[in-house]
Nanobody, 110 residues
Framework: QVQLQESGPGLLRPSQTLSLTCIVP??????RDWIRQTTGKGLEWIGT???????YYNPSLQSRLTISATTSKDQFTLQLTSVTLEDSAVYYC??????WSRGTLVNVSS
């Protein structure tokens, strides 16, 4: 079971940092992914960490984005800095294509 844990409040102010942690079953070689669903753009891929440790970022978010993972890849994190109202979304983490966490709503509001 893929478990998303908030590492901060669900309500953020502009310029603050969004931090999320995902816990997944150990031993899977599937990719670990962050995805969000926004009203303006629908589903949007944020980034990926592979089982071997390679990390890939959505170019539109790369300058503000940090994704990391433990060596065993049983936990991986999302950090998005300098958030704006456009970052308000339901955020998901996923193990491969088929196993997604529950979504967590993050609102950025002044």
């Amino acid at each position: 079971q893929v478990q998303l844990q908030e590492s901060g409040p669900g309500l953020l102010r502009p310029s603050q940092t969004l931090s999320l942690t995902c816990i997944v079953p150990g031993g899977s070689a599937d990719t670990r992914d962050w995805i969000r669903q926004t009203t303006g753009k629908g589903l949007e891929w944020i980034g990926t960490v592979t089982y071997s440790g390679n990390i890939y970022y959505n170019p539109s978010l790369q300058s503000r984005l940090t994704i990391s993972a433990t060596t065993s890849k049983d936990q991986f994190t999302l950090q998005l800095t300098s958030v704006t109202l456009e970052d308000s979304a339901v955020y998901y983490c996923a193990l491969g294509l088929h196993f997604w966490s529950r979504g967590t709503l993050v609102n950025v509001s002044s």
